[in-house]
């Protein structure tokens, strides 16, 4: 069985950091494409970040430059690097996993998701 735990947000100011978590169970973490949406009130779900089983790479324009995904497939983690943050990336934010080795930007995409952790950037 296949579970996501999310952790890390808070409550920053603008310019501030955040470091979110992401917990894993199950099995064949290490084959599986790993990423981060957001979802704001009233907004769709966004891709934020995305790591494939290849360590390949992609970000959502809003985020490139500031934020960094990483994973850890030995302690089955996935990581956000969140930097430079602004009031327009409040949101809850969720980690996602897709049972495929390469990654997709469409939230249907994906196979498990975690519970979503708030992130709040106030100016």
């Known amino acids: 069985q296949v579970q996501l735990e999310a952790s890390g947000g808070g409550s920053v100011q603008s310019g501030g950091s955040l470091r979110l978590s992401c917990a894993a169970s199950?099995?064949?973490?290490?084959?599986?494409?790993l990423a981060w949406f957001r979802q704001a009130p009233g907004k769709e779900r966004e891709a934020v970040a995305r790591i494939s089983s290849l360590g390949s790479i992609a970000y959502s324009d809003s985020v490139e430059g500031r934020f960094t995904i990483s994973r850890d497939n030995a302690m089955n983690m996935l990581y956000l690097q969140m930097n430079s943050l602004k009031p327009e990336d409040t949101a809850m934010y969720y980690c996602a996993r897709r049972s495929y080795k390469y990654c997709s930007r469409a939230s249907r995409d994906y196979d498990y998701w975690g519970q979503g952790t708030q992130v709040t950037v106030s100016s």
């Open positions: 199950g099995d064949s973490f290490r084959d599986s494409c």
